[in-house]
């Protein structure tokens, strides 16, 4: 069994520190600001062979309120599901009443803990071990997560009772007793479908990811920005896996003005990278708005495929509900291939019918298809709609071939391709959509054309070449010269 291993403590202790030092990653945000991390985050690591998973947690203070109550609730579930809890305090900043009041709440859960005295580094250990002995936890580990101090030490008390992974202990048996953890892999395809939620701040983005998965997972509040980090959460659904990935909300550049905003502006758009489908969350009571085209428009520009979701529908006039549609045909005509779905994330209508369109969208956007089936398609498009005339020469479109896929690239080779107009390009691109039935994902066409092997090379005259070519010039001259005097 894989050990879990939860990181609580007051906030601004160093836990996202921490949870980066362990996973050797950048997942979590990390800043001179207490109160970063919100959501539970999960990620795996493997330290001598032994693979475990870590869980960073929101700060605890016990006088929470608001936002910071369902931050602390997030902090409690994970000292549940964890096997182990690293229990850090700050060594800078000394035993508080905090401290005193989560380890008795450790003590009451009977879990096992260990006390990790962070920032050590130019503080003396054993007055660090000291300080916070009125814990009744037994000594402090002393560790600087920022710089990489006492981790080994630490990993060695948390899983030295642990045995290696068998799997991976051939791999792993020459490994250094002072080596770091190593990174593991996030999702892959073996994970299946990763959907990454994106959209505008406060439009419902991680109350569909609560109702989707049928708990309250992620935090929601009534008020924009909740969310800060991209939350990767794995789970199963009639045998089908899937990976949802809930992202901030992303605002237009000029109103972006915080630093850890910006943080969360490209975890967002490198989400949008690792996903194999976006839901896109737009609140329908607002209509489209001109930002919401810019970040459909980057997730058309990363290929992925999209499924659209009008959330807030419940409650509308018959009026304001048909406005709407006729603005989605209106503004949202560069995606007509896109599922869209109106639902209530919060009281759950029509959230059940987003997984038949990301499984379509999904499959159109990985499905392969031999060479003879694409050139087929287009041989009958061209004989539709034949190119256009370049200097009198017409363009010729000989055979096509699969490229890649999520999204699907088509390689069309002929001549002269670089004068392919964008509107055949276009008129290709649904060709094949129509043809193959694809739904949820832009198509990508990419020209080749047939290279001359003579090009550029130039026969060098020898000199009597040059001399028949002087009396041939001379011989000419003379008959125009002749023609001339005739007339």
């Known amino acids: 069994m894989v050990p879990v291993i939860a990181l609580v403590g007051r906030p601004n202790v160093g836990k996202s520190t921490m949870f980066n030092r362990l996973t050797k990653s950048r997942d979590a945000i990390v800043g001179d600001l207490s109160g970063l991390t919100r959501d539970r985050q999960y990620s795996e690591a493997v330290w001598q062979g032994r693979t475990y998973i870590v869980i960073d947690t929101g700060g605890i203070t016990g006088d929470e309120a608001g936002m910071d109550e369902k931050m602390a609730e997030q902090s409690l579930l994970a000292i549940e599901e964890a096997d182990l809890v690293m229990f850090m305090v700050d060594a800078r900043a000394g035993f508080t009443a905090a401290d005193q009041m989560i380890a008795e709440h450790l003590r009451k859960r009977n879990k096992r803990s260990l006390l990790v005295a962070n920032k050590v580094d130019n503080i003396d250990p054993e007055m660090a071990r000291a300080e916070f002995a009125p814990l009744g936890m037994g000594n ?245 709609h034949q190119p256009p005339m370049v200097n009198g020469r017409r363009i010729k479109l000989r055979y096509a071939h699969l490229g890649g896929a999520n999204p699907p690239l088509i390689v069309i080779h002929g001549n002269q391709v670089d004068k392919v107009p964008k509107s055949y390009t276009r008129f290709l691109e649904n060709t094949y959509r129509r043809v193959l039935k694809l739904v949820g994902t832009p198509i990508r066409i990419e020209y080749k054309g047939g290279e001359n092997p003579y090009e550029g090379n130039k026969n060098t005259l020898t000199d009597r070449q040059v001399n028949k070519k002087r009396r041939l010039m001379s011989h000419h001259k003379k008959a125009e010269k002749k023609r001339k005097d005739k007339r």
């Open 140 to 384: 402090a580990i002393p560790v600087a997560a920022s710089q990489g101090r006492g981790m080994n030490a630490l990993l060695e008390t948390a899983l030295g009772e642990y045995p290696r992974d068998p799997v991976d202990d051939e791999f792993n048996q020459d490994v250094a007793e002072g080596e770091e953890p190593v990174r593991i892999p996030g999702p892959s395809e073996k994970d299946g479908v990763k959907i990454a939620i994106i959209g505008r701040p406060n439009v419902g983005k991680s109350t569909l990811v609560n109702r989707m998965l049928g708990e309250e997972r992620v935090i929601t509040y009534d008020e924009p920005g909740t969310t800060r980090d991209s939350i990767y959460i794995p789970f199963e659904r009639d045998g089908d896996k899937y990976t949802f990935i809930d992202t901030a909300g992303v605002r237009k550049r000029g109103k972006i003005h915080e630093e850890v905003e910006k943080f969360s502006v490209v975890k967002t758009l490198q989400a949008i990278k690792d996903a194999n489908v976006v839901i896109f969350v737009m609140d329908a009571r607002e209509g489209v708005v001109d930002h919401d085209l810019n970040l459909l428009g980057f997730a058309l520009e990363a290929g992925r495929a999209i499924v659209i979701a009008l959330n807030k529908w419940d409650g509308m006039e018959p009026g304001e509900r048909e406005y709407v549609k006729t603005e989605l045909q209106r503004r949202l005509f560069f995606v007509d291939f896109a599922d869209i779905h109106f639902i209530s994330a919060l009281h759950g209508t029509g959230v059940g019918n987003l997984y038949g369109s990301v499984q379509a969208a999904f499959k159109s956007a990985i499905t392969r298809w031999p060479t003879s089936r694409l050139t087929q398609i287009l041989e009958d498009a061209v004989g539709d």
